[in-house]
C-alpha cells in the first residue's frame, strides 16, 4: 500500500515532468477521497477549463494549486485499516455431475487485487458468483467481515460484472445519473461525482453515446463507472481484459489498482483473465484453478529456474548448447520455448550463457515463481 503522501509525492512529480493526464487521474482520486462536493464541483470545473487549455503555459501552476487544495482537505482525515473482508473456509460447489469447484480456502482484503487464472471451464466464473452470493456452497462456509444491515446491503456491496453485461436504455450518462441518485447521492452531487467517475475512467467523450455505438471494451468501462457509484466493498470482474489491446490492458489494471489502493476509501477486487503475466504484475495475490480444484502456488518452488524465451534456433541446437548447463528439460510450444534448469543456475547465468553462445533471444522471462508453470502440467 502506498501512502497518501506517497500518492501526493508522485502526483507532484507526474505535474513537474509534463504528465498531466496521469496526474489528473490521482487528482480526481484525491477529489473523491474528500466525498465533498465543493471539491467535486471544484475538480469538475478545471477538467472543462482543460479541454481548452491543455498546452496552455497555466496548466503545471494550476494542477498543481488543485492538488494543493484537495490534498489539504484529507490531511487530518484517517486512513482506512487494511483487513480481511471475506473469508472462504473449506468451501466447494458441485456444478454438475463431473464438475466441483473447491475445496477453496482463501481470503480478500481491502486495497487489494486478487487475479483469478486458469484455463476456460475451470471454475473461475463460478467462483466469482459464489463470492458476489449468486451461488450457494454444498459444503463449507463463506464469511463477510464488513458491516451490513441486510441480505440486500450485502448484496450492493458485492459488485460482480460477467464477461458479457447486458444493454443499457438510453444515454450512458443518464443511466449513470439514475444509478447515483438511486444509491443514496442527493440530485446535485450526483452530477459532480458521475461527472469524476466518467472522467477517471476516460469515458468524457462518450456519454452521450448509446449503448450499441461502444466498443466491448467501453462497455466494460461504462460498466465499471456504474458499479463504482455503488461504493462497493469487493468488485468481482470477469475476464476485464478481454477484446483489449495491450496498452488498453495494462491502462485499465493500473486504473484498477490505484483505485483498490486509495488510502480512504479502499476495496477488494478480484478479475478473471487469461492475461496471465499482466494479471500478475498488478495482483498482490493469485488465485489459480485447474479442474475447479485451487493450487498451492507454492508447491512448484524447488529453487529451480525456469525460463520462457523465444529465438530462431532450432530445439535440436538449443539443446546441443544448453546441454553445458544442468538442463533438465527443454519443451517447445510454437515459437515459445521452456526450459528448466537443475541446480542453483540463476536467470543472470543463463542471460550470459546465451550472449556467450549467440543464442538469439528475441523474448525472455523467469517464470520460475509463476503460475505459468501450472500451465505446464
Known amino acids: 500500500m502506498k501512502t497518501f503522501h506517497k500518492q501526493k509525492e508522485e502526483t507532484a512529480e507526474q505535474i513537474s515532468s509534463g504528465n498531466y493526464h496521469q496526474a489528473l487521474k490521482r487528482i480526481i482520486d484525491f477529489t473523491l477521497d474528500t466525498e465533498h462536493v465543493n471539491f467535486y464541483r471544484k475538480t469538475n470545473l478545471f477538467l472543462k477549463w482543460f479541454d481548452s487549455h491543455q498546452h496552455s503555459e497555466e496548466v503545471p501552476g494550476k494542477l498543481t494549486a488543485l492538488l494543493s487544495e484537495v490534498t489539504d482537505q484529507l490531511q487530518n482525515k484517517e486512513p482506512v485499516d487494511r483487513h480481511i473482508l471475506t473469508k472462504m473456509i473449506g468451501w466447494e460447489k458441485k456444478h454438475s455431475k463431473s464438475f466441483t469447484l473447491g475445496p477453496m480456502n482463501l481470503e480478500l482484503r481491502t486495497g487489494e487485487i486478487a487475479g483469478l487464472v486458469g484455463e476456460n471451464g475451470n471454475g473461475k466464473t463460478t467462483l466469482l458468483r459464489s463470492l458476489c452470493g449468486e451461488l450457494k456452497a454444498d459444503k463449507g462456509e463463506l ?173 535440436t541446437e538449443l539443446k546441443c548448447k544448453l546441454s553445458i548447463l544442468p538442463l533438465h528439460s527443454l519443451e517447445q510450444n510454437g515459437s515459445t520455448f521452456i526450459a528448466t534448469f537443475n541446480g542453483d543456475l540463476k536467470r543472470e547465468d543463463f542471460m550470459k550463457f546465451s550472449l556467450d553462445q549467440e543464442i538469439n533471444l528475441v523474448y525472455f522471462r523467469d517464470i520460475s515463481k509463476s503460475s505459468r508453470v501450472f500451465f505446464l502440467k
Open 143 to 315: 464469511y463477510y467481515l464488513f458491516p451490513y444491515t441486510d441480505a440486500y446491503d450485502l448484496r450492493s456491496k458485492l459488485i460482480y460484472i460477467p464477461q458479457r453485461t447486458p444493454s443499457w436504455k438510453g444515454s450512458l450518462i443518464q443511466n449513470l445519473l439514475f444509478t447515483a441518485v438511486s444509491y443514496g447521492y442527493s440530485p446535485d452531487e450526483a452530477v459532480e461525482i458521475t461527472e469524476l467517475i466518467i472522467a477517471r475512467l476516460g469515458l468524457r467523450e462518450f456519454k452521450e453515446y448509446a449503448w450499441k455505438n461502444l466498443s466491448s471494451g467501453y462497455k466494460m468501462r461504462f460498466e465499471l463507472a456504474r458499479m463504482l457509484l455503488r461504493k462497493p466493498k469487493i468488485l468481482l470482474i470477469d475476464e476485464p481484459l478481454a477484446n483489449l489491446d495491450i496498452i488498453a490492458q495494462q491502462t485499465v489494471l493500473e486504473d484498477l489498482r490505484q483505485i483498490a489502493d486509495s488510502p480512504f476509501r479502499p476495496l477488494a477486487v478480484v478479475l478473471s483473465s487469461q492475461q496471465l503475466y499482466e494479471v500478475e504484475k498488478n495482483s498482490g495475490q493469485i488465485i489459480f484453478l485447474k479442474k475447479g480444484r485451487q493450487q498451492n502456488l507454492n508447491a512448484h518452488e524447488t529453487g529451480s529456474l525456469i525460463v520462457e524465451f523465444e529465438t530462431n534456433e532450432g530445439i
